[in-house]
């Protein structure tokens, strides 16, 4: 079955880095272009940065442009979010799955950035 494991999240300060990981298993990782989304409570889930299946096409939304870039491992079904100047408006749970999502989620990550 589909599966995502997102890892790597924490507590940072504004201004600091994070890097995300999510081990996804259970459909051909390879052939999709996969997405970060994140979620603050109350809030719907939103796009952050999307990657085609090659790995040489990154697109992001406005909110994470010059800051974040997003990477994968094909060999290692893996996707990568690198999060650097990181602001408190960051602050959110983070997910990974297929751009045109499964409705299967994994648990997501928390990113806190505070002082």
């Known amino acids: 079955q589909v599966q995502f494991m997102e890892s790597g999240g924490g507590l940072a300060p504004p201004g600091g880095s994070l890097r995300l990981s999510c081990v996804c298993s259970?459909?051909?990782?390879?052939?999709?272009?996969m997405s970060w989304f994140r979620q603050v409570p109350g809030k719907e889930r939103e796009l952050v940065a999307a990657?085609?299946?090659?790995?040489?096409?990154?697109t992001y939304v406005d909110s994470s442009k010059g800051r974040f870039a997003i990477s994968r491992d094909n060999t290692k079904n893996t996707l990568y979010l690198q999060m650097n100047d990181l602001k408190t408006e960051d602050t959110a749970v983070y997910y990974c799955?297929?751009?045109?999502?499964?409705?299967?989620w994994g648990q997501g990550t928390q990113v806190t950035v505070s002082s």
């Open positions: 799955n297929r751009h045109q999502a499964f409705n299967t």
């Open positions: 990657l085609n299946n090659l790995g040489n096409r990154p």
């Open positions: 259970g459909f051909p990782f390879d052939i999709y272009t």
